[in-house]
Structure formats: structure tokens, C-alpha cells
């Protein structure tokens, strides 16, 4: 199994200012047909994950542009540019290139 | 709009069963894979199994494979999933997702509320 690794598990960030999350994979995502099924998904406080970013990159449909990924093989980041205060809960790495689909542990995103 | 709804959670005794379901609208059901994904009580995300849209193949993740079955009901836009010799390790809150299909592939771009299932004598 694809194991994904988190880093911070946890990260106090100010209200405005920037944060930023790792993810690994203990072997590269790039799947035969070319593409990298990576994926960032949100968890806020008492609801369901969401979808941030798939394919490492790309936004879904009425994500704020605050949002991006990027990285290549098996290091991938997610980037808020500046925090908000609905931005609160627990962010997953999510990797669907080879069965079993496995998430990363989760990083806490709180404010100072 | 997409919608996911689950039901068929609560309490059980570990050794018996289960059957969980999710109903699907605003989408084309049958024209997307499916997954289920479940969260222990405080922790992260684990993915259970998938169905093709349908239904000729299925997944499942190691910890569930011979007890848990995936199936779906396109004529009823109806995801299932069987709970077999449960667990207490099985507690947990159950997701269906709606897979990203063709545009956001291999993600899962709408989840349900979820439905809590307790494994306990």
C-alpha cells in the first residue's frame, strides 16, 4: 500500500497570513496514463471532508483561488496564501493512483 | 444540485450485520463510480471501497475484504453497503463519495453527511 505522510500534523497560522502543507508518498503517484491522482480535501469542525484540489493541481468548482497545490512524483504541497478564519479544520492528502486509495493523517489548521 | 444522503447506521453487536445505503440525486448516478469511506471516532479518513459505475468491478481495502460488499442499484440511483461479522474496530462514521469521473478522476468531489455505525456489546 501507498503510505501518505503529513507534514505539520498540526499548524497554528495568524489570521492573513500564508500556510502550507506537506504531503509524501513512499512511492510516485504518476499513474500509466500519465497523470498524478493527488488530491487535497478539507474537513471543517462537525462536517464531511470536501474537495480542495485534484490532480494535484487543479481547483474544483467554487474553491477560493486562495487555494493551490502543486509538486510532482511523491512531494506535494497545499498552499493557502492567506488564512481565513473559515479555513479551520483538518486537511487530508488523498492518493487514487493505485488501490487501496490511502489519505495522509490529516493536518490541523487552527488560529493563533 | 448533488446530493448524497446515507441511512442505515446505529448501534450492533459485534458479530452481526449491517446494511448501509446511500441515495444519490442531482447526478447521473449510473454514470459514476462510487466509493465509501469511513472516519473512527477523532481520526483521520479510510478509504473502504469502490464500484464501477456499473458495478462490474469493485475494491476493497484489506481491513473489510470478505466482510464489507459494495453494491449499487442504478434503477433506484442506490449505493449499498453490506456489513458482515462486524467489528469493534468498525466503528466509525460511513461516507459514500461520488468519484470526480472523466474531469476530476480518482477524486471524490461530493461526500454525504455520513451515517454513524457502533460496534458494541
Known amino acids: 500500500d501507498i503510505v501518505m505522510t503529513q507534514t505539520p500534523l498540526s499548524s497554528p497560522v495568524t489570521l492573513g497570513q500564508p500556510a502550507s502543507i506537506s504531503c509524501r508518498s513512499s512511492?510516485?503517484?504518476?499513474?500509466?496514463?500519465?497523470?498524478?491522482?493527488l488530491s487535497w480535501l478539507q474537513q471543517r469542525p462537525g462536517q464531511p471532508p470536501r474537495l480542495l484540489i485534484y490532480k494535484i493541481s487543479n481547483r474544483f468548482s467554487g474553491v477560493p483561488d486562495r487555494f493551490s497545490g502543486s509538486g510532482a512524483g511523491t512531494d506535494f504541497t497545499l498552499r493557502i496564501s492567506r488564512v481565513e478564519a473559515e479555513d479551520v479544520g483538518v486537511y487530508y492528502c488523498m492518493q487514487a493512483t493505485q488501490f487501496p486509495h490511502t489519505f495522509g493523517q490529516g493536518t490541523k489548521l487552527e488560529i493563533k | 444540485q448533488v446530493q448524497l444522503v446515507e441511512s442505515g447506521g446505529g448501534v450492533v453487536q459485534p458479530g452481526r450485520s449491517l446494511r448501509l445505503s446511500c441515495a444519490a440525486s442531482?447526478?447521473?448516478?449510473?454514470?459514476?463510480?462510487m466509493h465509501w469511506v469511513r472516519q473512527a471516532p477523532g481520526k483521520g479518513l479510510e478509504w473502504v471501497a469502490v464500484i464501477s459505475s456499473d458495478g462490474s468491478y469493485k475494491y476493497y481495502a484489506d481491513s473489510v475484504k470478505g466482510r464489507l460488499t459494495i453494491s449499487r442499484d442504478n434503477s433506484r440511483n442506490t449505493l449499498y453497503l453490506q456489513m458482515n461479522s462486524l467489528r469493534a474496530e468498525d466503528t466509525a462514521v460511513y461516507y459514500c463519495?461520488?468519484?470526480?469521473?472523466?474531469?476530476?478522476?480518482?477524486?471524490?468531489?461530493?461526500w454525504g453527511q455520513g451515517t454513524l455505525v457502533t460496534v458494541s456489546s
Open positions: 512511492q510516485s503517484l504518476l499513474h500509466s496514463d500519465g497523470n498524478t491522482y
Open positions: 442531482g447526478f447521473t448516478f449510473s454514470s459514476y463510480a
Open positions: 463519495a461520488k468519484d470526480g469521473g472523466t474531469v476530476a478522476r480518482g477524486a471524490f468531489d461530493y
